[in-house]
């Protein structure tokens, strides 16, 4: 069996290394390497789809003997299809992310160790390991917004450190709780699926609590949200598309595992469907009042996650397969539009919809590419999106019945409006704003990866589908 | 082999007489290699008894077993490292080394008592001469030697006084096992004894309330001695709280526990919110060091196997973090950047030591894969196993508080730039790269030093 993980995670390393050995070559050295790496994620997943099965997990070395934690990485249907969507989307970010190409060796370097931390902590076969690469990949995140952003970014990666490590902190102590509750004390998650109906009542309350708590901050979704817009607009275009591709998706995989790990999280899972509707269309009203670009992009995110977050609290495979495939299609959509937001600052040195006229006559291929991407955030046939959100929905009204699909306004009132921004900024041809400089090669190259892909799963969603069993 | 032990003794000596030698010839660099030499092979011997597991006592006064061995290997490495901070930074470096060589008399003494009074000793060979140490930079320094002369002296005296009372319960005042003597259990004056030897070792190990002296002395001591005094001084009275609580006063536990919880709890939270409000880097690390001295009480207040464990591990975790970070300190401290202002684009004048620096702060704070993750996750942990939930609950609390004040001055390095680069001494920057090392790849790779840790506290607690 070839070790898909390991080969992806050595390749990965080596382009760290190799990117921080050569200044001047980083961006090709580390697009090289996450080329490689997105080419074995992706063929992890062809095997896994010729044989049917994901394969074997990969197990290293004893990281810390006396408590029982190994190094294992190991491969679910879902971390296979995450760790294929974080491979793709990094890669993109990193060859086409920076038309600017201000400060490539920082963004590089970072980009590399956080596409090392997602794919560990969504392969990860144990919550010790889990929680160390989701420590390390929002620190990573935090230099990346800190670093690299624009004016205000110091104020908004404070903002988001403070959620995050507020958010670990809490993640750290019900880990603590559920090794030292579980009746063989492990952190091995199959281990802890099997006995975790044994935990005390009242402990297994407090757990989910805390973890409900540290992802919903990760996901985000209503009364926590609060970092997430803050950090999108200030963040690099690099830094927000790997921002809400991938590290959002921590929250979302997390909240799954606590559905599968504590029996007690399904008593609540009607509250939590409320509120996440509530997000979903309260923040679809917070999102029509803003102006600039980015912060729309960021406001649906929120929404994204908060009907993914409903898929997840039906707590049937629908819901939850459905939740992941949601997240995989989320993740090729979102970095999509703010590639394509990034490029249209670039050209136009402008973020303002309200200002911003007549993109598709200056930049045909962010014009039409940001319209396929709300194609794919809204959730139309044929892209990745639609395919997981039929599937949330299936699993939402049969556990709540009509009820589970009241979020669908969120997704009308979103679809609706950026149909408005696209018609108002992107496609109307009457007053034109001058073009300061067009994008290159590699942005349009990213933007057809993306699409390719969109399409791809939204087309033929059965390559992943098959391994889910539902 | 007793062979091993009596070469501990003699490297011992052999320090004292270079030392003195030292004095007389005055040749700063000849000086510096016979005391780092000597520590290296102190550090080579300890390791090597340490992988042999031998338990045995030498001329009736020492023990060598894993206990002992390694915290003697703890102690010779972090003492080399400040051997080499103080070259540049000392202006007597003789006088230094001699003084500097009872330090390292003293604490080995201590990680291998095998009695109180020896224990005692020890922790007084620590203390003086590092008040002396402090007092041969200048006049300037008169004030904090003073003040750590006279805390010192007050934590002595109330460490007297408790052998004093357990004295008739105990005569042999012996650490070769409290089952040997049956006559002290449960008196009211054993009891007030326990009271007075938490006291007095909590002067040095800098638990609430007995650690006003702290950020006065850490501040106004050269940043050399602050980082002696929170990497080693403090390592040692932990040392010695280990051995007098888990030998000879374990049949108290649920009492000193309840004690050391109290403590633990005030002192984190004293520590970490003074801090928040400092603005000279070097107080902010010494209230720092005073919330990872509560930290380290968790694992004490658990009192279990896990718990001194994870005090154990911590110890060297908070060593090599604190070493490394007051090296840099200490290096920018000569180049006139003391507050948090004057760090203001430290990454752009040299990235390295920036990054360094971020790298210790991160590993206070806990973020993994750093060694302090490790640390308090054992530490968390060994709370947890023990049912005291809350108590871990309030040092993840604590946590959230560190990060920041730690935060502030990463921040503050990360932004502006400063035109004019600095350039970091050999000497220090070999202290920072070793403690760099030590912990990422310890935090990498903990597992030999768990174990380690957990043999050590095997023996402890049998002993």
Redesign the interface.
């Known amino acids: 069996m070839f070790p898909f993980i390991g080969a992806i995670m050595l390749l990965l390393f080596a382009g760290l290394l190799a990117a921080i050995a050569l200044p001047r070559r980083s961006r090709a050295v580390g697009s090289l390497f996450s080329a490689a790496a997105m080419l074995v994620a992706v063929s992890a997943l062809v095997s896994s789809f010729l044989s049917g099965a994901v394969p074997a997990p990969e197990q290293y070395f004893n990281y810390i003997s006396q408590f029982g934690i190994s190094f294992t990485l190991q491969f679910t249907p879902i971390s296979l299809a995450l760790t294929v969507m974080a491979s793709i989307v990094a890669f993109v970010a990193i060859y086409s992310g920076n038309p600017e190409k201000s400060s490539e060796h920082t963004a590089t370097s970072l980009l590399l160790l956080f596409e090392i931390s997602a794919i560990g902590l969504f392969c990860s076969s144990n919550l010790f390991i889990f929680f160390i690469f989701w420590d390390v990949g929002v620190i990573t995140l935090f230099f990346m917004i800190y670093l690299l952003g624009s004016a205000n970014r110091r104020r908004a990666a404070i903002k988001f450190i403070i959620y995050e490590i507020f958010a670990s902190s809490l993640l750290l102590f019900a880990i603590l709780l559920i090794y030292f509750y579980t009746p063989i004390h492990s952190f091995d998650i199959s281990t802890i699926i099997a006995g975790a109906s044994s935990i005390p009542q009242h402990v297994q309350i407090l757990i989910f609590a805390l973890l409900f708590i540290a992802f919903l901050i990760n996901m985000p979704a209503f009364p926590l949200h609060l970092w997430l817009p803050d950090a999108h607009t200030e963040a690099s275009t690099q830094g927000s598309m790997v921002l809400s591709g991938i590290l959002t998706k921590f929250g979302g995989y997390g909240m799954i595992l606590v559905f599968q790990m504590l029996p007690i999280s399904s008593t609540y899972s009607i509250y939590i469907m409320a509120l996440a509707t509530l997000s979903a269309i309260y923040i679809s009203f917070v999102l029509m009042s803003e102006h600039d670009i980015k912060r729309i992009i960021a406001y649906t995110t929120i929404v994204e996650m908060s009907i993914i977050l409903v898929g997840i609290s039906s707590a049937n495979p629908y819901g939850i397969y459905g939740a992941a495939y949601a997240m995989l299609a989320h993740g090729f959509a979102i970095s999509l539009l703010f590639l394509v937001a990034g490029s249209v600052k670039h050209t136009y040195q402008e973020r303002d919809i309200r200002s911003l006229r007549g993109v598709v006559s200056g930049s045909v291929s962010s014009a039409y590419s940001f319209i396929t991407g709300i194609f794919a955030t809204t959730g139309v046939p044929l892209t990745a999106t639609f395919v997981g959100d039929i599937m949330i929905f299936i699993g939402a009204v049969t556990a709540f019945s009509v009820y589970g699909a009241v979020s669908i306004i969120a997704i009308i009132l979103i679809g609706a409006f950026l149909y408005y921004v696209a018609n108002k900024s992107i496609l109307s041809t009457k007053e034109k704003l001058p073009v300061q400089e067009y994008i290159g090669f590699s942005q349009k190259a990213g933007m057809a990866i993306l699409i390719f892909f969109i399409f791809l799963f939204g087309m033929l969603p059965f390559i992943v589908t098959n391994l889910f069993n539902v | 082999m007793p062979d091993i032990g009596y070469a501990i003794v003699a490297l011992m000596s052999l320090l004292v007489f270079s030392s003195i030698g030292g004095v007389f010839h005055r040749k700063k660099t000849i000086q510096l290699a016979a005391s780092s030499l000597i520590l290296v092979a102190l550090a080579a011997v300890s390791a090597c008894a340490l992988y042999l597991q031998d338990s045995y006592s030498v001329l009736g006064a020492l023990l060598i077993n894993p206990f002992s061995m390694l915290f003697v290997l703890l102690f010779s490495f972090t003492l080399l490292l400040i051997n080499l901070l103080s070259y540049d930074r000392s202006s007597d470096y003789p006088s230094f080394s001699l003084l500097f060589s009872f330090v390292v008399v003293g604490a080995l003494v201590v990680a291998m008592a095998n009695s109180i009074v020896t224990i005692v000793l020890g922790i007084e060979l620590t203390v003086l001469p590092t008040a002396f140490m402090i007092i041969i930079n200048g006049k300037n320094f008169v004030e904090p030697a003073v003040k750590l002369f006279i805390m010192s002296a007050v934590s002595v005296s109330m460490l007297v006084f408790a052998v004093i009372l357990i004295y008739p319960y105990d005569p042999a005042l012996s650490l070769m096992g409290y089952i040997a003597n049956p006559g002290i259990a449960g008196s009211y004056l054993v009891m007030l004894s326990l009271l007075l030897f938490i006291a007095g070792i909590s002067f040095d190990a800098a638990l609430f309330p007995f650690n006003m002296w702290i950020p006065d002395v850490y501040q106004g001591a050269p940043a050399n001695i602050t980082a002696l005094l929170s990497g080693v001084n403090k390592k040692v009275a932990f040392v010695a709280m280990l051995e007098i609580l888990f030998v000879l006063l374990l049949h108290l536990s649920p009492i000193f526990s309840v004690m050391i919880q109290a403590l633990a709890v005030i002192t984190m939270f004293f520590g970490n919110i003074v801090a928040l409000v400092q603005n000279e880097v070097k107080r902010l690390f010494a209230y720092s060091s005073i919330s990872q001295a509560g930290y380290i009480a968790i694992g004490i207040a658990a009192a279990s196997q896990l718990g001194v464990e994870s005090s154990m591990f911590y110890l060297f975790a908070h060593a090599f973090m604190i070493i490394g970070a007051f090296a840099i300190i200490l290096w920018l401290e000569s180049n006139n950047v003391r507050s948090i202002q004057e760090y203001r684009g430290l990454a752009s004048r040299n990235r390295w030591a920036a990054l360094c620096l971020t790298v210790f702060m991160?590993s206070l704070?806990g973020?993994?894969?750093f060694i302090g993750?490790?640390g308090k996750?054992l530490l968390?942990?060994s709370a947890?196993?023990a049912n005291l939930?809350w108590l871990?609950?309030i040092g993840?609390?604590n946590?959230?508080i560190s990060?920041?004040y730690y935060?502030k001055v990463i921040?503050s390095m990360?932004?502006g730039i400063e035109k004019t680069p600095l350039k970091m001494g050999t000497s220090i920057g070999i202290v920072v790269i070793i403690c760099l090392i030590a912990v990422v790849a310890i935090g990498l790779?903990?597992?030999p030093l768990?174990?380690a840790v957990?043999t050590a506290s095997n023996t402890l607690i049998a002993m």
């Open positions: 991160l704070i973020i993994p894969p993750f490790i996750f968390f942990s947890i196993s939930v871990a609950a993840v609390i946590s959230i990060v920041y935060a921040i990360y932004s790779y903990p597992g768990i174990s957990s």
